[in-house]
């Protein structure tokens, strides 16, 4: 039998959950510049094509050049982290963006529609401030029956049936160009048990693991980033990022 979704608490108690995870996940953590990630080569594309540019909840793994990108994220400690190194950085949620309509010609957020109860109101304040035409990065989990305990762990309300998905965008003037595989999730469920226990029990042994170990290798093994145009296979895919186009 396929693992059903959990309901999701309501949206301000689903907000301070993820507050609290990342406030104290990237409180311990460091920040990793976006040339260490599969996706630069794209965004370079991207970024060379526009002006304005806009990151939203990137954390401490940011996607966008730190220098001439707008960031917004919702914890403290990664902001506090990116102004320290020189980034435009503010306190904000992708629900209620503090920028004008139309203001960005680039606007990229990764790992975080799935993260909020109401994923329409998000997309919406993402399609909001983008400019006609503009190139908008995204990524999400794919197919709620893959659902494990990993997205519990994290803070995720949902994971997104494909055709769904296409729908969703469309819906809030989103055309996908393009798509990828993407994610840097282990695949073994025991490794992710293992560090989810950590995490929990060991948190300080388990952030030198991850600062100094686990992430620089997953940066250095990653696999180069495929981009094919429209929608890429999506059979036991996990995670998508997708390159779509505000009409």
């Not at 435009?88 to 606007?107: H, M, N």
């Not at 919406?124 to 990993?150: D, I």
């Not at 296409?166 to 999730?185: F, I, P, T």
Request: negative net charge.
């Amino acid at each position: 039998m396929d693992p059903i979704m959990p309901q999701a608490p309501d949206d301000t108690a689903l907000l301070e959950t993820n507050r609290a995870f990342y406030d104290a996940l990237w409180a311990d953590a460091r920040l990793v510049g976006p040339e260490a990630f599969n996706t630069w080569p794209l965004v370079c594309s991207l970024v060379s094509r526009s002006q304005r540019w806009l990151e939203v909840a990137p954390g401490l793994r940011p996607r966008l050049p730190l220098q001439g990108t707008r960031f917004v994220d919702m914890s403290m400690p990664a902001v506090s982290k990116l102004r320290a190194r020189g980034a435009d950085a503010v306190l904000g949620l992708v629900s209620a963006l503090p920028f004008p309509d139309g203001a960005f010609d680039l606007v990229c957020a990764f790992d975080i529609v799935e993260h909020v109860d109401d994923d329409d109101a998000a997309l919406s304040e993402l399609a909001r401030v983008a400019s006609p035409g503009a190139a908008m990065l995204l990524s999400v989990p794919l197919h709620p029956s893959q659902w494990t305990a990993f997205d519990d762990f994290v803070g995720h309300r949902r994971r997104y049936q494909p055709d769904l998905l296409l729908g969703k965008l469309a819906a809030h003037g989103l055309c996908v160009e393009q798509s990828a595989v993407y994610g840097m999730q282990p695949r073994s469920s025991r490794l992710l048990d293992l560090g989810m226990w950590f995490l929990e029990h060991r948190r300080e042994q388990a952030m030198w693991w991850y600062n100094h170990v686990f992430m620089p290798l997953g940066a250095r093994f990653q696999k180069k980033l495929s981009v094919v145009s429209g929608l890429v296979d999506t059979d036991r895919v996990d995670e998508i990022l997708l390159v779509c186009r505000k009409g």
